[in-house]
C-alpha cells in the first residue's frame, strides 16, 4: 500500500490501481479528492469536509463512490444518489478494493459548552487506522496510526498517552496544519520519544510504501 500525506488531515492510499482519500477537508489542496476510487469521512468540520472538493472528485469519477456518518451524506446524496453510503460505529464495507472496519461514534470534547457531533474513524485493511478528530483505540492491533497531534480538543501528553495505547509499529503524524513550524520538533521529540513506536512526520505530498 502506498501512503501519500496531503495537507493537514487528508491522506491517499493506493493498492492494486486503486485509491482511496480520507478527509479532503478545506485545509487540504483543492485537488486532493480527484482521482478517487473511494473516499471516506470521518466528520462534518470544515477541515475534514469541504463539499467542493468531494464534489470535484465524485464529478470527475463518475465511479467513485463516498462512504460517511449521516450529517455529510445528508448534503451530497442528493446530487449523487446511489453513490453516497452511511456508516456508522461496527460497520464493514469493502470500498475500491479496501476493507474497511468503521470504529468510535463521538468527536473529542472541545469544550463542555460545545456540543459534541458524530465521529468515526475508519480501519483500512485491518492494518491502517484513522480516527478522525477523536483518541478512538480500534480494539485491535494496528500497524500504522494516523494520529492528530495538535488540535484545539487535545494536548501532547493526551497525543503520547493514546500511542502508547494503540500501540502501533509507526505512528505517522496528521491534524498538524496549526502546527507552527517553530513548534515541530518539540512535538517530533515528545511523541518521538515518549510515544513507544517509530513515529514519523511526512510533508505534504510526501509518500511511504507499508
Known amino acids: 500500500m502506498k501512503v501519500t500525506k496531503k495537507s493537514h488531515a487528508c491522506v491517499r492510499l493506493e493498492k ?16 486532493a479528492a480527484l482521482g478517487a476510487d ?11 469536509f469541504d463539499e467542493g472538493r468531494l464534489r470535484a472528485g465524485l464529478e470527475a469519477n463518475p465511479a467513485a463512490e463516498i462512504w460517511t456518518l449521516r450529517s455529510v451524506a445528508e448534503q451530497l446524496s442528493a446530487a449523487f444518489p446511489g453513490r453516497v453510503h452511511t456508516v456508522g ?18 468527536h473529542a ?27 478512538t483505540v480500534p480494539g485491535r492491533p494496528v ?7 495538535m488540535a484545539p ?23 498538524d ?8 520538533p518539540i512535538y517530533d521529540r515528545h511523541i518521538g520519544g515518549l510515544g513507544g513506536t517509530d513515529h514519523r512526520r511526512m510533508t505534504p505530498g510526501a509518500y511511504t510504501e507499508l
Open 109 to 135: 470534547v472541545i469544550h463542555p459548552d460545545v456540543p459534541r457531533i458524530t465521529n468515526v474513524g475508519y480501519l483500512v485493511d485491518g492494518a491502517v487506522f484513522h480516527p478522525g478528530d477523536a483518541l
Open 89 to 106: 460505529h461496527g460497520d464493514t464495507f469493502t470500498a475500491a478494493g479496501f476493507d474497511i472496519e468503521v470504529h468510535g461514534e463521538l
Open 16 to 31: 492494486d490501481g486503486r485509491t482511496l482519500v480520507i478527509d479532503p477537508g478545506g485545509f487540504s489542496e483543492e485537488d
Open 143 to 149: 500497524e500504522t496510526l494516523f494520529v492528530p497531534v
Open 38 to 48: 473511494a473516499i471516506l469521512v470521518t466528520h462534518e468540520h470544515p477541515d475534514h
Open 177 to 184: 496544519a496549526l502546527l507552527a513550524p517553530l513548534a515541530r
Open 153 to 175: 480538543w487535545n494536548k501532547i501528553s493526551e497525543v503520547i498517552d493514546y500511542v502508547r495505547e494503540v500501540k502501533p509499529q509507526r505512528a505517522i503524524d496528521i491534524h
